[in-house]
């Protein structure tokens, strides 16, 4: 079992990869057992502080053990480090279904 | 006796070698060095917007270092925009976090935490990967 997190900007697996995390407007969950996927909204998008903790906070909540964006904050670093929940990050301007492709060969 | 100059911790390096300007009649061969360390320092405290006690305390410096290498990344900054000079980014006295790594085959940069056992990329499974600690 493996899930994996993908920051979107929409939800829908046609929508654009978002390279934020902590502000990231969906995240993209990826079963790789099941091959499902599900989009949850970021409610702490648009917050001042503490974007990047709290979504590392609701990262555990999803039993996340991957998450691909294009930047981590350092405090969430910290926190996913700690976790022991592996980030990745890449630059590419591609779409959520194109990731999913790539990561479940 | 020589001061020691201590290893700051830089989370990741830029990924970038260096900036150059363009549209001028200017062709300075002249350049500024700016150093890993002062990049992180622009980018903890202008672009992931935190003050300069927590940028210090996540670099393993003190806060007057901190303020230092803050000042010289700025000045360096202004000093190649306003005299149209390169930028080039050198190591300097920098300590990568030793935990995360870079792809060879499709410049995936990821850490590996303790509990995974397989030292793949895990975007595209290949083994080309490289602690981004050994890049000088
Ligand atoms: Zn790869």
Redesign the interface.
């Known amino acids: 079992m493996s899930k994996t997190v993908i920051t979107s900007l929409g939800n829908e697996l046609t929508s654009q990869f978002d390279k934020r995390f902590g502000r990231a407007e969906w995240f993209c969950v990826f079963d790789s057992e099941t091959k499902g996927s599900s989009f949850i909204k970021n409610d702490f998008a648009d917050s001042n502080q503490g974007a990047g903790t709290k979504a590392a906070e609701l990262m555990v909540e999803l039993k996340a053990d ?1 998450i ?1 964006s294009g930047d981590f ?2 405090k969430a ?2 926190l ?2 700690k976790l ?8 590419d301007s591609t779409s959520i279904q194109n990731i999913v492709e ?2 479940s ?1 | 006796m020589p001061r020691r100059t201590r290893l700051r911790k830089v ?2 390096p830029p ?1 970038f070698k260096g900036y150059k300007p363009y549209g001028t009649y200017k062709n300075s061969k002249e350049y500024v060095e700016l150093l890993y360390e002062e990049y992180e320092a622009i980018k ?1 405290s202008d672009y ?1 917007l ?1 003050n300069h006690k ?2 210090s305390e ?1 670099m393993g410096i003190s806060r007057p270092t901190f303020a230092r290498i803050y000042e010289s990344a700025r000045r360096k900054i202004a000093k190649a925009f306003v005299e149209t000079k390169e930028i080039r980014t050198v190591f300097g006295n920098t300590q990568m976090d030793d ?1 995360w790594f870079i792809c060879n085959a ?11 056992k397989q030292n793949i990329c ?4 290949s083994d080309q990967i490289e602690s981004l600690n050994n890049q000088k």
């Open positions: 991957k691909i904050g350092p670093k910290e996913l480090e022991n929940i592996q980030m990745v990050v890449i630059q790539r990561i060969i | 989370v990741a990924e903890l992931d935190m927590e940028a996540l935990s499709c410049q995936a940069r990821f850490t590996i935490p303790k509990t995974l895990p975007m595209c499974s």
